[in-house]
Each structure stands twice: as C-alpha cells, then as structure tokens.
C-alpha cells in the first residue's frame, strides 16, 4: 500500500493485547448493565458509581467517550424510569394493603376503648354495696348495659362496612390472622363484660331485697297500731260472745236443773244473746281497716297485700262470732222445743179423758159429735202456738197454756 494509507494512523496493538479505549469502554458499559437493573435502593450509589467511572476514564476512552457518554445517559434514563415504575407499584401495593390495616386500626381502637370502659366498671362495682349506693350502682350498671349494647351493634356495622376487605383472598395471611385474633378478642370481651353485668345486677338485686324487706317491716310496725285501735270493738264483740256462751252452758249439759230453772236461765241467755248482737253489729259499722299512706314504690305491692290480708282477719272473727252467737241460739230454742214437746203432750192427755165422755154421752146425738169435733179442734188450735215459741218466754208460755186449759 502506498505510505500515504497510512499517515494519521496509531499502531494496531500487537496480537492478543486488548487496546486500552475499548478495555475501558468494557469496562464502563459493565457499569451501564447494571445501573439499567437499579432498584430505588441501589440507583443513587450506582449512579454516583457510573459518573465516577466516566470521569476515571475519560482520557482513556478517547475517541469512544461521546459513545459511552450516550450510553450512559440512555441507562440512567432507562434506570431513572424503572426506579420511578417500582415507587410506583410499589405506592399502589402500599394503597392497597393501606385499606386493610386502617380497617384494622379501627377494630382495634372499637376494641380497647370498651375494655377501658370495662376495666372502670369492674372497679366500680368491685366494692361493697350499700343501700346507699343503690342508686349510683344502678345507674353505672345501666350506662354499662348501654356501653356493651353500643359495642355489639358497632362490631356488626363495622363487618358490614369491611366484610370485602376481611374476606378478600388476596389479604396479607399476616393482616387475615390479625383479624380473626381481633374478633375472638370481640367474643371474650363480650362474654366479660356479661359476667360482669350479672355479677352487680345479682349485687344490686340482694341489697334491694335487703332494703325491701327493712323498709316493709318498718311500715308494717307503723301499720299495726292502728289495726289495733281498728280491733276494740271486735274485743268488745268477743267479749259479749262468750258471755253468752257462758249462760248458755247448762243447756250443752246432760244433766239440767229443773224446768223452772233452765226456763230462766233460758230468760238470761236469751238478754246475752240480744247483747253479743249488737255488740257484734257495732262491730261490724266501726271495722274500718287504716287508710292507705304514702309508701316507698318498692314495697307498694307487698305492703297493700299484707294491708288487705290483715283486713280480712277481724272479718273472719266476725263470722266465727256470728257462727257462735247461732250455736247459742240453737241450744236455747232446742231446749225450748223440748219442753214445748211435753207440755203439749201432757195437756192433750189430760183433755182427752173429757172429751171421750162428751163423745160417748152424746153418741146418738150427731148434733153433739160435731160439737165434740169442735171442741177436739179448738184444743188443738190452742196447744199449737207451742209449737212455734222456740223464742217465747216462761211467762208467755204459761198464758197460753192458761188458755188452753
């Protein structure tokens, strides 16, 4: 070739020796490889890598600098795209997991607010109870009724609300167990929270019946001082019974005193018995049961029952008063009956001998058999008032047995 071929031309290296511009372009380009695959994590340090070895090798690069220089910018741009796609995806991924973990966060936050609620509750109805503290206990254990009633029905708007996102299949297995943890922690805190309510309402529920029963015997102590005075006359009443059911003993007897003698005692039983009755009957007007008081409502019923069953008692003693006043009765118009009995039996045995005379003198006389008719009628009629004078007295009896004879 002519010399002229060659002017302007280095040297070619001998065989097997690398030229040093393309030994540095390598290496340079091997940089590129790697910034082009750079992650957000790594892009800055590999960046910073890149421009150093330009800067290193700038002089040896030579002719091949402007080359390797654009591409270098072209993987930067390229890394630059792929770092900026990754924060992308990567703030997607973040957005959606962000829903679930909020949904979380809330559960959470619904679930400690109510054990917070829980925990001051049981301190609360931790101490004794007193009658006193009724209405304090009642009232914190309404609140706390309320409190639980509010966090059940929460729980349930906030499943409806999340039930997407709790049951998605692509939900973090980690984000998934949380919830399920969060909703056994549901079930338990309900559960305490019932045990606890039973607890003080079991609490409150013996102190009432304590309170009860303390402020009932009080108004019934108040009560039976004047059922006492409402009970003087029935005393009154008893008393003129048994007066009379004392006079009345010699008639209940086997053995009796004489006719005289019983009829005049039946005289005196028959003043007992007009006496017992009308203390019986004032009784009856005067029995007036105390007027109903102004009473604690929570006794109000239990205190008007004991009021009516306490009432009713003199008027059971008043029909056992009456039924004793009838046994007296009784005895004496038995006796009287008794007596009656033989008297009209004796009075008729001591007419008929006259009668029968009458009837045989006039045997052929029919005029005279029908006054013997007459006269047997008119003895009847007047042997009959003894039998109705069960209530008579001796000397009433007696003018009528006058009469007859």
């Known amino acids: 070739l002519p010399l002229q071929h060659w002017e302007g031309r280095t040297a070619a290296p001998p065989m097997g020796v690398e030229d040093s511009s393309a030994k540095a372009a390598r290496d340079v380009r091997l940089i590129i490889q790697k910034v082009r695959v750079a992650t957000p994590e790594n892009f800055e340090d590999l960046e910073s890598e890149l421009l150093q070895a330009l800067e290193t090798h700038i002089d040896e690069l030579g002719d ?38 909020q949904a979380l966060e809330e559960l959470k936050e619904l679930i400690q607010s109510f054990e917070d609620k829980t925990v001051e509750f049981r301190a609360n109805t931790a101490i004794g109870v007193r009658k006193d503290d009724l209405p304090v206990l ?34 973090a297995p980690a984000i ?3 919830f399920a943890q969060s909703s056994a922690k549901v079930d338990q805190k309900k559960k305490i929270a019932e045990g606890l309510m039973a607890a003080a309402k079991s609490n409150v529920a013996k102190v009432q019946a304590n309170a009860k ?15 006492k005075d409402c009970l003087v006359p029935l005393e009154s009443a008893t008393e003129a019974v048994l007066d009379a059911e004392r006079a009345v003993e010699p008639f209940a007897k086997a053995r009796r005193g004489s006719e005289e003698e019983m009829l005049a005692l039946a005289a005196d039983v028959d003043t007992a018995i007009r006496a017992a ?30 009021m009516a069953s306490e009432a009713r008692k003199p008027v059971l003693r008043l029909g056992q008063l009456d039924r004793r006043i009838a046994r007296v009765i009784q005895l004496v118009r038995q006796y009287r009956r008794e007596v009656n009995k033989v008297r009209h039996k004796e009075m008729l045995e001591e007419m008929l001998p006259g009668i029968l005379e009458q009837a045989k003198a006039a045997a052929d006389n029919s005029q005279t058999v029908a006054s013997v008719d007459a006269a047997i009628k008119n003895a009847e009629q007047q042997v009959q008032p003894f039998m109705k004078v069960a209530k008579m007295s001796e000397a009433q009896m007696q003018e009528l047995a006058d009469k007859a004879a």
């Open 213 to 227: 029963k303390e402020l009932l015997e009080q108004a019934k102590s108040e009560l039976k001082d004047q059922f």
């Open 176 to 178: 998934k167990a949380e």
């Open 277 to 306: 009755r009308e203390e019986v009957d004032s009784a009856k007007e005067s029995l007036r049961p105390p007027e109903a008081v102004e009473v604690n409502e929570l006794i109000k019923v239990e205190l008007n029952q004991w």
């Open 138 to 171: 009642e009232g914190v254990t309404g609140d706390f009724a309320q409190e639980l009633q509010t966090f059940v029905k929460s729980y349930a708007d906030f499943v409806t609300r999340h039930m997407a996102v709790i049951k998605s299949p692509t939900l």
């Open 64 to 101: 091949k600098f402007e080359s390797v220089q654009d591409s270098a910018d072209k993987g930067l741009e390229i890394a630059r795209r792929r770092v900026e796609g990754i924060l992308n995806r990567r703030k997607e991924e973040e957005a959606k997991d962000q829903i679930p973990k």
